[in-house]
T-cell receptor, first 114, second 112 residues
Framework: NAGVTQTPKFQVLKTGQSMTLQCAQD?????MSWYRQDPGMGLRLIHY???????DQGEVPNGYNVSRSTTEDFPLRLLSAAPSQTSVYFC?????????????FGSGTRLTVV | KNEVEQSPQNLTAQEGEFITINCSYS?????LHWLQQHPGGGIVSLFM???GKKKHGRLIATINIQEKHSSLHITASHPRDSAVYIC??????????????FGEGTQLTVNP
């Protein structure tokens, strides 16, 4: 089982560039989510999905888009990168969306915007 | 405001010591998670609790719903336990999907 596969592991962008962070899971999990992790702060939810075709905003959605065309994939798009988006990004999935199931995290993407 | 607070922020121990990390939250929850983040950055789910106590190897997690408090204990600590331990909760009144609220984490260093 691959679990949650997140790519790339590292990325450097110039301000204004766009890119997509990929996230795929092979556990047939309904719930998928994207978080960012910044120094001195807990993980913060960017966007989440409770199933294919359904997405919603989290705590810090501005500057990011998501889509969920299949159960397996949940890409995160940065529309026009800004230095404030320099962070470590984690994708996570869970069997259900009640919060009462364990989470599986991807290995993270360290993004630097210059 | 729904909050999660962890203590201590940083903890240094000698190998073999018994370690306790605490998590307090502000209002009712439906689930509490303990996560481990290693220096390489990956995050692993350790426990999911809604009541009582769970044990896995040298790790023990407890929760007291009435006191809105959870503890993570590590017995016979080892340098490989050095990591950031993160508490996350799903508040009962959270309506936005499965949103978890995360603590800032406890940095544990175990010296040989």
């Amino acid at each position: 089982n691959a679990g949650v596969t997140q790519t790339p592991k590292f990325q450097v962008l110039k301000t204004g560039q766009s890119m997509t962070l990929q996230c795929a899971q092979d556990m047939n999990h309904e719930y998928m989510s994207w978080y960012r992790q910044d120094p001195g702060m807990g993980l913060r939810l960017i966007h989440y999905s409770v199933g294919a075709g359904i997405t919603d905003q989290g705590e810090v959605p501005n500057g990011y888009n998501v889509s969920r065309s299949t159960t397996e994939d949940f890409p995160l798009r940065l529309l026009s990168a800004a230095p404030s988006q320099t962070s470590v990004y984690f994708c996570a999935s869970s069997y259900g969306y009640s919060g009462n199931y364990g989470y599986t995290f991807g290995s993270g993407t360290r993004l630097t915007v210059v | 405001k729904n909050e999660v607070e962890q203590s201590p922020q940083n903890l240094t121990a000698q190998e073999g010591e018994f370690i306790t990390i605490n998590c307090s939250y502000s209002v009712g929850i439906s689930a509490l998670h303990w996560l481990q983040q290693h220096p390489g950055g990956g995050i692993v789910s350790l426990f999911m609790l809604s009541s009582g106590k769970k044990k896995h190897g040298r790790l023990i997690a407890t929760i007291n719903i009435q006191e809105k408090h959870s503890s993570l204990h590590i017995t016979a600590s080892h340098p490989r336990d050095s990591a950031v331990y993160i508490c996350a909760v799903r508040f009962t009144l959270e309506t936005s999907g499965s949103r978890l609220t995360f603590g800032e984490g406890t940095q544990l260093t175990v010296n040989p």
